[in-house]
């Protein structure tokens, strides 16, 4: 299980100000998928917590990032997060 995060900060994103936006994603090996995540299902959390009732302004977002995820998009342990070795292969990315 993966995770497609957004940013929407203006300041240094080390600084931790604003929420990072994250919507799961699964894989299958050696199949090839798409995915439609809409930005009103993307999930806000700062520091590792969720954010309840926090709404993205798609047209603020100033960072995207894919990684294995521990949380799912709710804060719950990701049962297929664990040791490497992983893989994924992104072929195209669209906004919209």
């Known amino acids: 299980q993966y995770k497609l995060t957004l940013s929407t900060s203006t300041d ?3 600084a931790m100000s604003a ?3 994250g919507h799961d994603f699964h894989t299958e ?3 090839v998928s798409t995915w439609t995540l809409a930005f ?3 999930t806000a959390s700062r ?3 969720t954010i309840a009732g926090a709404t993205m302004d ?3 977002v100033t960072g995207i990032g894919v990684a294995l995820a521990k949380t799912d998009m709710d804060g719950r342990p990701n049962p297929h997060f664990g040791d ?6 992104i072929q195209g990315l ?3």
Do not use: Y
């Not at 490497?84 to 292969?89: N, V």
């Open 12 to 14: 240094d994103l080390w």
């Open 19 to 21: 929420p990072s936006w």
């Open 29 to 31: 090996a050696g199949k």
């Open 40 to 42: 009103r299902n993307f």
């Open 47 to 49: 520091l590792g917590q």
């Open 58 to 60: 798609p047209s603020k």
């Open 84 to 89: 490497g070795p992983f893989k994924i292969t």
């Open 94 to 96: 669209r906004l919209v």
